[in-house]
């Protein structure tokens, strides 16, 4: 099918991929211009946020480039499997806690002791998500002008050949967005029905899950998800290996994080193992045992949820062109996004973690500025962070532990302050929290800033609460700037912001030393 020249709706894009999808039609859209007779400078293997964000970068400096994905979409894994589910699973999640907090009390309905379907989630997503995918290919298509063929199995020939049928495209750079998937580690029972990635969950449940839930791993997915299962009231057990949500490293705002998890009922097992899943007759989970510091322990249930980070989808084209890889398959690149053989670039998810959608984007631009001859890096130990609990929980720069191991003069300002009762004031809060505010203080967030007393400049932050992922993304930048407390007493708040980053600065800010608040 050749819909260069066409003006495909976005309704019309969202009945093609619903149906294509549906239908398991194989047939390869080509959006090629005929007329463009110049070789093109770039193909990027896979259209998700790297491949996307490249292409249509190195389009705008004047490059000719191709896009080639499997999917009949664009987008890949964010908006099908991936980011997307997890941002609704985590707002029912907060949804949730708050319904749950409040239940019967003011106008909201008694969900004590009531399980909420996932199965209806899940479907709802299934159906939505060819929305945001019709969005994808019309944007591409109509707004940025880019190249591609979609719902298209490719071959490398080399690194300047890719086929597709018949057709063979030379090009003078490949770049390889091909994307990672969920890890499935080789313990017994894997396999069983039941057992499930955040993957598989959004492609396979089809049915309604019982009310206990093992979710395997600390990490971000199988904590976001398994705020969500518990969420729903369902029994959550996290069984994790080492410590969970490691990657928020402020010990003092981790704390809180994993407080207010076994708050809403959560159950963790650090330092712990799942040794085998059990199934039934049917081939279907029936109860998984777990190894912990205190022995064997057997948990009944029906549904295992493993969030265990994911491997790359790169083992054929990295043996074909001879690229070097980690022991996890992962490509290794350089901070131009070079990997070993030389015209042959890697961005996203297939250069390892984290599998996040920021990086990917900003890889794949990267690469295309390098490509065109502009000289660029990237460095993604300098991009800011969040994941969901129930909550969100943003961070940037250092943790006060860091900081304290760099700085001689560290100053804190944080909210709730250390006081007598501990968290039972209501600060932070801020929008969506004002209710936890007057009747729950103590979940009304958590929040910190880290400063150097010396140079007056921030060298960290973290956020429990909602609302200020906005708000991280600019601090972040100007804090690679050098913002001082001086500069963030000076900007303009809009009261109530959920970070009170601006209100406390600008309370001390006229201190030559000033302390801890
Ligand atoms: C977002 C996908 S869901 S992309 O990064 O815009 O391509």
């Not at 518990?230 to 704390?255: H, Y």
Request: glycine share 10%; proline share 4%; aromatic share 10%.
């Amino acid at each position: 099918m050749d819909v260069w020249g066409d003006c495909l709706t976005i309704e019309k894009w969202q009945h093609f991929v619903a149906e294509t999808l549906e239908s398991g039609n194989s047939t390869p859209v080509f959006n090629i211009n005929p007329n463009d007779t110049r070789e093109f400078d770039a193909i990027f293997l896979g259209g998700g946020a790297a491949g996307r964000f490249g292409a249509a970068y190195l389009r705008a400096l004047g490059g000719r480039v191709l896009i080639l994905d499997r999917w009949p979409f664009l987008g890949g894994s964010c908006p099908h499997q991936a980011c997307v589910p997890h941002h609704l699973f985590s707002d029912c999640a907060a949804q949730l806690m708050l319904e749950r907090t409040f239940s019967g009390k003011l106008w909201f309905q008694n969900l004590n002791d009531k399980i909420v379907s996932i199965k209806d989630i899940v479907e709802l997503f299934r159906t939505g998500r060819t929305g945001p995918h019709a969005v994808m290919n019309f944007q591409s298509k109509e707004q940025l002008g880019l190249e591609f063929v979609l719902n298209a199995e490719f071959e490398i020939i080399d690194a300047h050949t890719v086929q597709v049928g018949d057709r063979k495209f030379h090009v003078k750079n490949l770049v390889l967005a091909l994307g990672a998937k969920p890890f499935v580690p080789d313990i017994p029972g894997a396999t069983l029905k039941g057992v499930f990635t955040s993957q598989t969950l959004v492609e396979n449940l089809d049915f309604e899950p019982g009310n206990t839930i093992v979710v395997i791993g600390g990490g971000k997915s199988a904590i976001e998800y398994g705020c969500f299962f518990n969420a729903t009231g369902r029994r959550t057990i996290v069984v994790a290996r080492n410590q969970v949500m490691p990657m928020l490293k402020d010990a003092e705002s981790r704390a809180y994080a994993i407080l207010m998890m076994e708050e809403q009922g959560m159950e963790f097992f650090e330092n712990a193992e799942v040794m085998e899943i059990q199934g039934d007759a049917q081939g279907k989970v029936r109860s998984v045992s777990i190894k912990t510091s205190d022995g064997i322990i057997d948990i009944d249930t029906d549904f295992v949820f493993m969030g265990l980070g994911e491997q790359a989808n790169s083992e054929i084209i990295a043996q074909k062109l001879g690229l070097e890889t980690s022991d996890k398959g992962f490509i290794k690149v350089n901070r131009h996004m070079q990997t070993s053989v030389p015209h042959v670039y890697a961005v996203g998810d297939v250069t390892g973690p984290p599998m996040e959608m920021f990086k990917a984007r900003k890889e794949g631009v990267c690469a295309a500025k390098n490509i065109m001859g502009q000289a660029s890096e990237y460095k993604t130990a300098d991009y800011p962070d969040f994941m969901h609990t129930h909550y969100e929980a943003c961070w940037l720069g250092l943790s006060e532990e860091e900081a304290r191991q760099r700085y001689a003069n560290v100053k804190i300002m944080k909210l709730p302050p250390d006081n007598p009762n501990g968290l039972d004031v209501g600060l932070p809060a801020g929008d969506r929290m004002m209710l936890y505010l007057m009747a729950k203080p103590r979940m009304s967030g958590f929040q910190k800033l880290i400063l150097d007393g010396d140079t007056r400049k921030i060298l960290g932050a973290t956020h429990i609460g909602y609302g200020a992922k906005d708000g991280f993304q600019y601090l972040n930048y100007l804090v690679k700037k050098g913002l001082t407390i001086d500069d963030l007493a000076d900007m303009d708040e809009l009261f109530i912001s959920p970070s009170y980053f601006i209100q406390l600065c600008r309370l001390r800010a006229g201190d030559p030393h000033f302390n801890d608040m």
